[in-house]
């Protein structure tokens, strides 16, 4: 059970320290709000690993009601990260309104993007089979992660097509939206999880 939770956080960490080098570096090339915001949003998963890692540690090292409420602790913390991702999305998204900056897409960035939906789909599947084998809030809460991490890397492409076809005040709309849907879901885990900080 150790051994798949512990596999989990890092493998978090490595492959979002990986997706935020590969965005980090097209956000810059690219001028792009959104690819900009999706590697932040990698930024913040990587410190989502740490702390299921430490999650785990302190878990495992304390009694059975003290596991559950170090789990719960360590997800109301991820879930904490994730929303002030969504809220930087948000931020962002009102800074690019303000101040329009010229975007330039090639084929090697939007290749380069793409390739990352397909990595965190394969992550976000692996760390579902690790939570079905070692059932955790923790692990549940990554996996959730990766998922909408997918959707929001997906929206990034979008992005990139409106905003290279429409205009470049397209790129602060998709940053809202990006923004919105993470900051909303987190709230939503945080007060689950806020929940039963309390009552237990």
Do not use: H, W
């Not at 890092?10 to 990986?18: E, H, P, T």
């Not at 900056?101 to 390739?115: E, F, G, M, P, Q």
């Amino acid at each position: 059970m150790k051994r798949y939770n512990y596999t989990a956080a890092f493998l978090v960490i490595g492959v979002n320290l990986a997706l935020f080098a590969v965005k980090l570096y097209v956000s810059l090339a690219s001028f792009s709000l959104t690819v900009y915001c999706d590697a932040v949003n990698n930024f913040f998963d990587i410190f989502s690993g740490i702390i299921a890692f430490l999650g785990f540690y302190l878990g495992y090292r304390s009694l059975a009601v003290n596991k559950e409420r170090a789990q719960s602790l360590a997800t109301f913390i991820i879930s904490v990260f994730i929303m002030l991702g969504g809220v930087f999305f948000i931020y962002r998204g009102l800074d690019r309104l303000m101040y329009p900056v010229k975007t330039s897409y090639t084929n090697k960035y939007v290749t380069l993007i793409a390739a990352t939906v397909l990595v965190k789909i394969v992550l976000g599947a692996v760390l579902l089979v690790f939570n079905k084998k070692a059932p955790s809030g923790i692990t549940r809460a990554l996996a959730t992660d990766s998922i909408l991490d997918c959707g929001v890397t997906a929206f990034t492409l979008i992005s990139i097509f409106v905003v290279s076809k429409i205009n470049i005040a397209a790129d602060a709309y998709f940053a809202f939206l990006c923004g919105g849907a993470i900051t909303v879901s987190a709230v939503k885990n945080i007060v689950k999880e806020t929940k039963f900080l309390i009552t237990e």
